[in-house]
């Protein structure tokens, strides 16, 4: 059984099936252009070159492209590449499908709907109960399939699930630590902080930003889209105005996206709650490639650093 493309080291040969994440063109010292590709399977993905591209070839490796690649691993600046020696699309008798080659939340869709759902049930107060209700119906299929982000965390299919799940059960443990949190609005702002991403984003694969996440974000599209629920629900008080609080202050800080920073001790906890779920996700995922007593690849949304794997996790 071949290893999956980001388990393998420098020196290491690769002919697989992989698929195009993404796929960027440039311009070379020497003029000529070229593609930047990201390639994925389901352990991960790596970055790789495509030389001296013609118009024809740029035409060919698009985004969800599945293609058949011979190569090795090299390191390059302290960070793994493939460098192509052979390239092409795989063809439909091979049978294969995107699905096949995309890394996945380790939960199953159904899983992760019914912790959430317990969640919401656990909510006493009516009002955020329905809000927060109507909403994960209105998209629960993306809810479900879409990623957290386009990279650094949860950038995954039912990544944005999975880091909803993860936060809701270390929020659960630290409410019972501080009884007098509120967990209506702790659980509802878990849930709805980042569901604005399924109109941010473009799709569940290859996801990019759209033209209303580009111009408002999903921070802006979550708060207008709980007055749009509240307004459809005919609710009104006070629980509206703390639920888009909590959605518009969960990055913490203006420079990192929020234009309030958390005013309602529950909105602090959530931002810690998803800073730490995130930064586990990005550590997580470095170390399973790393060897005990060696570091990670640089992670540039760490601040660029290495991590080191004590050699007692061996």
């Known amino acids: 059984m071949k290893k999956g493309i980001s388990f393998l080291e420098a020196g290491e040969q690769v002919e697989q099936f992989l698929l195009i994440k993404s796929s960027t063109k440039g311009i070379a010292s020497n003029g000529k252009p070229f593609l930047t590709l990201i390639l994925q399977d389901k352990s991960g993905e790596i970055e790789a070159k495509l030389w001296d591209v013609t118009e024809e070839v ?9 293609v058949k690649i011979s190569g090795d691993i090299q390191n390059y600046r302290g960070k793994l590449q ?4 052979k390239i092409r699309p795989a063809s439909p008798k091979e049978n294969l499908q995107i699905e096949d080659l995309i890394e996945k939340a380790p939960l199953m869709q159904e899983e992760m709907l019914a912790k959430i759902t317990e969640y919401i049930f ?12 109507y909403l994960v119906k209105k998209y629960e299929k993306s809810f479900l399939e879409f990623p957290a982000a386009t990279k650094n965390h949860h950038e995954f299919y039912s990544g944005l699930a ?5 936060m809701l059960d270390l929020a659960k443990a630290i409410a019972q ?5 509120n967990k209506d609005f702790l659980y509802a702002g878990i849930i709805l902080h980042d569901l604005g991403k399924v109109i941010e984003l473009s799709g569940p694969i290859a996801a990019s930003y759209t033209t209303e996440g580009k111009l408002l974000g999903h921070i802006t599209i979550m ?20 639920l888009q609080h909590i959605v518009l202050s969960h990055h913490g800080k203006a420079e990192w996206g929020s234009p309030k920073p958390p005013m309602i001790r529950e909105a602090e906890v959530i931002h810690y709650i998803d800073n730490l779920d995130a930064k586990l996700n990005m550590m997580n995922r470095a170390l399973e490639k ?9 992670i540039f949304a760490l601040e660029n650093r290495s991590f080191y794997k004590p050699k007692l996790d061996s």
């Open 58 to 66: 740029e035409k060919t490796y698009v985004e969800q492209t599945i």
């Open 82 to 85: 493939l460098r192509i020696r």
């Open 122 to 133: 656990e909510m006493e107060n009516p009002n955020i109960q329905r809000i927060t209700r």
């Open 162 to 166: 999975y880091h909803v799940v993860s």
């Open 177 to 181: 630590l501080y009884p007098s949190i």
């Open 223 to 242: 708060v207008n889209e709980i007055g749009k629920a509240a307004d459809e629900l005919k609710i009104s008080g006070e629980e509206v105005l703390v």
């Open 290 to 298: 790393t060897k005990p007593g060696e570091f990670t690849e640089r």
